[in-house]
């Protein structure tokens, strides 16, 4: 276990770090390419980045988030919602970019990876996994669904409680988009483009209600696999990876509509996605503290019995 905490570690630093990387190349390399001409093999480098930089990123994001899964949930747990995820993700952006539901009329281009049926890069429901279940978990943390390891007389919170989670969750994992696709569809250097351009900074209110939609529809499946075969894994004692995770990527995109002069979509990505989720982690947090002072309080009392017993026989 201990040498899978340190990939999950290596991974998580690397896609920070290649996050970091990939902003400077796009916002300062690609738009002032003779800076290139000033750093040791530069060049190279650049060919590289261009090549398997955003590959990378989601690749590392991926393992760490599923490592930190596998670590705190279970294989099954995290195998079943990467399959929900994975696969129904997968669905929705080949409707997408075939039909143009449900997020509207869109093409990838090229620098995400090979493409799936020539149309969506297989990294696409990667970054639809990792961020979808570090969203879910996060909201499910704030909600409280999970019972507190130990308290195994907690009663369920049913539901609607349950229904919240995904709701907030789904949302979470929206708001990143609102924050992210204005900025990355208009880059000097884009990923993907608009057939037709929306009324919301070049994106289609549309694509937000797909995002929703196809968020709503992967996590309710996850959890009803997770209830159909009781993999209902206990609440993580600790979020802060999943926290990380989406905070890390919340401020790729923040930063790349700031060089782009988006204020509007950080404002509602702020409102709706960054903020309940430090809530959610602080209220995760909050729960754990307490859960460990019953514990600590628990224990004298555990001990009282045995020593009332032990006081009885030697008189």
């Not at 195994?152 to 949302?171: D, K, M």
């Not at 909050?286 to 030697?314: D, I």
């Amino acid at each position: 276990m201990r040498q899978l905490l340190t990939l999950e570690r290596f991974c998580l630093y690397g896609h920070l770090i290649a996050m970091a990387f990939g902003l400077a190349g796009l916002l300062w390399v690609v738009p002032h390419p003779g800076i290139l001409a000033y750093l040791p093999a530069g060049p190279t480098l650049f060919r590289w980045s261009m090549a398997g930089g955003g590959v990378g990123y989601i690749l590392l994001g991926t393992i760490a988030v599923a490592l930190y899964a596998y670590r705190t949930l279970g294989f099954k747990a995290v195998a079943t919602f990467a399959v929900a995820a994975i696969g129904i993700s997968l669905a929705s952006e080949l409707l997408g970019t075939s039909t143009g539901f449900p997020f509207g009329d869109y093409s990838y281009l090229n620098g995400l990876g090979y493409k799936v049926a020539g149309l969506v890069p297989f990294t696409i429901p990667l970054s639809w996994f990792y961020l979808g279940l570090s969203s879910l978990l996060l909201a499910r943390s704030g909600f409280g669904a999970y019972a507190i390891p130990g308290q195994l007389s907690r009663p369920g919170y049913g539901w609607l409680r349950t229904l919240g989670s995904i709701l907030l969750g789904s949302v979470l994992l929206t708001s990143w988009d609102f924050v992210l696709d204005p900025a990355m569809s208009q880059t000097a250097l884009p990923f993907w483009y608009w057939h037709q351009p929306g009324a919301f900074f070049g994106m289609p209110y549309q694509n937000f209600a797909g995002w929703l939609g196809t968020g709503v529809v992967f996590m309710s499946l996850g959890l009803a696999i997770w209830h159909r075969f009781r993999l209902l894994p206990e609440q993580p004692q600790s979020v802060t990876l999943p926290l990380v995770v989406y905070t890390a990527n919340f401020a790729f995109a923040l930063v790349m509509s700031l060089a782009a002069g988006f204020y509007v979509p950080i404002a509602m990505g702020m409102v709706t996605g960054l903020i309940p989720a430090l809530l959610c982690w602080r209220a995760a947090n909050q729960q754990g503290a307490e859960w460990s002072v019953n514990q600590s309080n628990l224990l004298p009392q555990a001990l009282e019995a045995p020593l009332t017993a032990a006081k009885v026989v030697l008189k």
